[in-house]
T-cell receptor, first 111, second 114 residues
Framework: GENVEQHPSTLSVQEGDSAVIKCTYSDSASNYFPWYKQELGKRPQLIIDIRSNVGEKKDQRIAVTLNKTAKHFSLHITETQPEDSAVYFCAASKGYSTLTFGKGTMLLVSP | EAQVTQNPRYLITVTGKKLTVTCSQNMNHEYMSWYRQDPGLGLRQIYYSMNVEVTDKGDVPEGYKVSRKEKRNFPLILESPSPNQTSLYFC?????????????FGDGTRLSIL
């Protein structure tokens, strides 16, 4: 089955800095790659997603890049703010099959 | 309001006592799934359903059952719960068009099996 590795497990940045979280996947047939943000005690919420026919997608301060050849995708957050502090999960899926998540990255943005 | 509703939100029970966690969505979504979240392990998919009467195993299905008799409901059944099933459970749904789409998660059910 699919295996998704996520790094780093924790990331501390100063407010205003950029943050990058990286994920690799094992199944070259995977074609859908979402990112979720989970605040403490809350449910995961989709923040951005990308499909395999696109190399990059941006939404305000958040961007995701996908390298199909290398089988990795990354989340980029610019101008970080304290409210960006949360756990971020990447995931990969193909067709209607299972959605496999990475183990998560705890992002801490210090004022 | 579009939402995924899980019940109960919290449950403490004992080993071997059958329990059901209900999940209902009001968005007419085809795809529904169950996940468990454990510290350091992220979210792991238990079962998923592509439509009514169509279910399939995820990555960690052992000890769980599901059913999809109606499009809006997808209950998770633990026939004989054990302590290693103590976890935070999330139900999710998505509107699929040929592929998995954005998952809308419920608020979670914290289950403790003593």
């Amino acid at each position: 089955g699919e295996n998704v590795e996520q790094h780093p497990s924790t990331l501390s940045v100063q407010e205003g800095d950029s943050a990058v979280i990286k994920c690799t996947y094992s199944d070259s047939a995977s074609n859908y790659f979402p990112w979720y943000k989970q605040e403490l005690g809350k449910r995961p919420q989709l923040i951005i997603d990308i499909r395999s026919n696109v190399g990059e997608k941006k939404d305000q301060r958040i961007a995701v890049t996908l390298n199909k050849t290398a089988k990795h995708f990354s989340l980029h957050i610019t101008e970080t703010q304290p409210e960006d502090s949360a756990v971020y999960f990447c995931a990969a899926s193909k067709g209607y099959s299972t959605l496999t998540f990475g183990k998560g990255t705890m992002l801490l943005v210090s004022p | 309001e579009a939402q995924v509703t899980q019940n109960p939100r919290y449950l403490i029970t004992v080993t071997g006592k059958k329990l059901t966690v209900t999940c209902s969505q009001n968005m007419n979504h085809e795809y529904m799934s169950w996940y468990r979240q454990d510290p350091g392990l992220g979210l792991r998919q238990i079962y998923y359903s592509m439509n009514v009467e169509v279910t399939d195993k995820g990555d960690v299905p052992e000890g769980y059952k599901v059913s999809r008799k109606e499009k809006r409901n997808f209950p998770l059944i633990l026939e004989s719960p054990s302590p290693n099933q103590t976890s935070l459970y999330f139900c999710a749904s998505s509107l699929t068009v040929g592929t998995a789409g954005p998952q809308h998660f419920g608020d979670g059910t914290r289950l403790s099996i003593l």
